[in-house]
């Protein structure tokens, strides 16, 4: 059964840091690039990043550059978003996802639609 899992989240004051991270069980990351996406109350969802199959390329929403930053280990099964220097307007459920591609496709997609398999979303409270 292919399942991913996110874990890392909780309260964070302004400013501070969080890792979150993204490990599947049941399949194998290697063929799969990784969107991560939040959600706040009452809003629709939003692709924040993304990674490739290989890590070579990723993505990310304009809110986030310079600030998030995702990477992969695939020895390990796990994908990580990196979350530094939060703000209260992260403050969302985070969700990971995956997307089969191509060995020779090193591009991903921030587009919810996109995604094929879906982690059941951890909390991130970003608040003083």
């Known amino acids: 059964q292919l399942q991913l899992v996110e874990s890392g989240g909780g309260l964070v004051q302004p400013g501070g840091s969080l890792r979150l991270s993204c490990a599947a069980s049941g399949f194998t990351l290697d063929y799969y690039a990784i969107g991560w996406f939040r959600q706040a109350p009452g809003k629709e969802r939003e692709g924040v990043s993304c990674i490739s199959i290989s890590g070579g390329s990723t993505n990310h929403a304009d809110s986030v550059k310079g600030r998030f930053t995702a990477s992969r280990d695939n020895a390990k099964n796990t994908v990580y978003l990196q979350m530094n220097s939060l703000k209260p307007e992260d403050t969302a459920v985070y969700y990971c996802?995956?997307?089969?591609?191509?060995?020779?496709?090193?591009?991903?997609?921030?587009?919810?639609?996109?995604?094929?398999?879906w982690g059941q979303g951890t909390q991130v409270t970003v608040s003083s």
């Open positions: 996802a995956a997307q089969p591609r191509p060995p020779w496709v090193n591009t991903c997609s921030t587009s919810p639609r996109d995604y094929d398999y």
